[in-house]
């Protein structure tokens, strides 16, 4: 690869001794930048009984207590803040389900590190300037969408600002303006594609897009192989939170893993339980500590996602760290009559058959102190009654044998699952309303 191929070569390629001296010295920098400038830090550490100058190496990282997500909660909306209110170039919020929202602020240079890391994941991807990217991420308080629009920009790719909706205007903007990159939630794409064929359209021939960069929910290997064959275009992992600033970590074109930008970030993985700090290869919690934030740094911030670290070069010459596909989250993570279910596991059975389509639903309810895992189901045509029969039997067994688990199935016909722009709801637990 040549260096037009990286927006970064030196950080991109450094030899891993001289990134963590380079993270350690920019660790150091951090403890002084907190010390300095944020209350809650200094609150945190004194109640710990911890100097922020003995913090000088990767290793004494794991003397730091974790930042939680219930932090930002108590400390709503700014509290947490480390520069004065005038200093923030722009808001936004996470899309919190419960209570309320977090609230993330940045300043100008924080948005220059967040394009920029967004910015050396598409030129990793092979997008460039001769690239037409969709944006169908929602803009506004979500951050998919200006997170994309910036990352673009610096690569001076020409960016269509459609945000989620308007499905059918998505498509003719697509084919007019011969969009070759869709940004948005592999769900929306989905749809998108739906709609694509009952128009008549073929998303091949009739259309440039060649790839497409997915994320902000959980999504399966076997849901990018669905996508890929049936579609024709490379579909790539990109994953973030709000917290963090937004999307951030994309793969490469070698889609092993995706690139954390260890410049910028420190992450470790660790036992959700027990708080210990797990080895390379080991799955667990993702815990990542900011190094180049200015106006919401963030110490080992527990994401509730569960991954694994790979530390090896990456094929395409990166040395950075990469952390292998989402596997769930800490808190959906469920337990049906004692047996721990990722719904991606389910996903990954489902999908492995034919028949089906990409649309479901997980219902989970609880009679009689017995849990029940419903799932309910697209057929992707319609079957005859034998078959049908058939098909659910398949299921139920398939769950048996790969998570022991056994499920009532509900096979639907297409359109019946109501389909989403953005996060996609695919559980529904009924044991917590
Ligand atoms: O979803 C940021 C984002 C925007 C990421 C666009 C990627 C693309 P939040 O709304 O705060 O931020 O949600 C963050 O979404 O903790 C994960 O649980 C989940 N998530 C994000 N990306 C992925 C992914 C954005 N690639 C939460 N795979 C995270 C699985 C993902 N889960």
Not at 174 to 182: G, H, W
Not at 223 to 252: H, N, W
Not at 290 to 298: D, F, R, Y
């Amino acid at each position: 690869m040549d260096d037009l191929e990286y927006l970064n070569p030196t950080i991109e390629r450094m030899a891993k001794s001289e990134l963590i001296k380079l993270q350690e010295e920019r660790l150091r920098k951090l403890m002084t930048y907190l010390r300095d400038h944020s209350n809650f830090y200094k609150k945190l550490l004194k109640n710990e009984k911890i100097d922020f100058n003995d913090i000088k190496t990767l290793h004494d990282l794991k003397r730091l207590p974790f930042t939680s997500k219930q932090d930002f909660r108590d400390n709503y909306p700014t509290g947490m803040f480390c520069v004065p209110l005038d200093k923030l170039v722009r808001y936004h919020a996470s899309s919190g389900t419960t209570g309320r929202p977090k609230i993330v602020g940045y300043t100008k240079n924080d948005i220059h590190e967040w394009s920029k890391s967004l910015a050396r994941g598409l030129i990793s991807l092979g997008i460039g300037k001769d690239d037409v990217i969709q944006n169908s991420y929602g803009y506004g308080l979500f951050t998919g969408g200006l997170g994309f629009h910036y990352g673009a920009e610096m690569i001076d790719a020409t960016i269509i600002p459609t945000g989620a909706g308007g499905t059918e205007r998505q498509i003719t903007l697509m084919q007019d303006l011969e969009s070759t990159v869709m940004t948005c939630t592999p769900s929306y794409f989905l749809h998108i594609a739906e709609i694509v064929e009952s128009l008549g359209i073929n998303l091949r021939k009739d259309t440039k897009l060649r790839a497409g960069v997915f994320g902000a929910e959980p999504w399966s290997e076997d849901m990018r192989q669905r996508i890929e064959d049936s579609t024709g275009i490379k579909a790539y992992d990109v994953y973030g939170t709000s917290e963090l600033s937004g999307p951030l970590f994309t793969e490469c074109i070698h889609q092993n893993g995706l690139h954390v930008w260890a410049d910028q970030y420190i992450v470790e993985i660790i036992n959700p339980t027990t708080g210990e700090v797990l080895d390379d290869g080991e799955r667990g919690e993702l815990v990542v500590t900011t190094l180049l934030k200015e106006a919401l740094p963030l110490i080992r911030y527990r994401t509730g996602d569960i991954t694994n670290i790979i530390s090896e070069k990456c094929e395409c010459g990166r040395t950075s760290p990469r952390i292998m596909r989402i596997h769930g989250r800490t808190d959906d993570m469920l337990i049906i009559r004692g047996i721990n279910v990722f719904p991606s596991q389910v996903e990954s059975v489902l999908l492995k058959i034919p028949e089906l389509s990409e649309n479901y639903q997980l219902i989970i309810t609880r009679k009689h102190e017995l849990d029940r895992m419903a799932i309910k189901i697209e057929v992707s045509k319609i079957y005859k009654k034998s078959e049908f029969l058939s098909i659910k039997k398949k299921i139920i067994n398939d769950l048996r044998n790969v998570l022991n688990l056994s499920v009532d199935v509900e096979l639907v016909e297409a359109g019946v699952i109501p389909r989403s722009m953005g996060k996609a709801t695919r559980v529904i637990d009924k044991r917590k309303i």
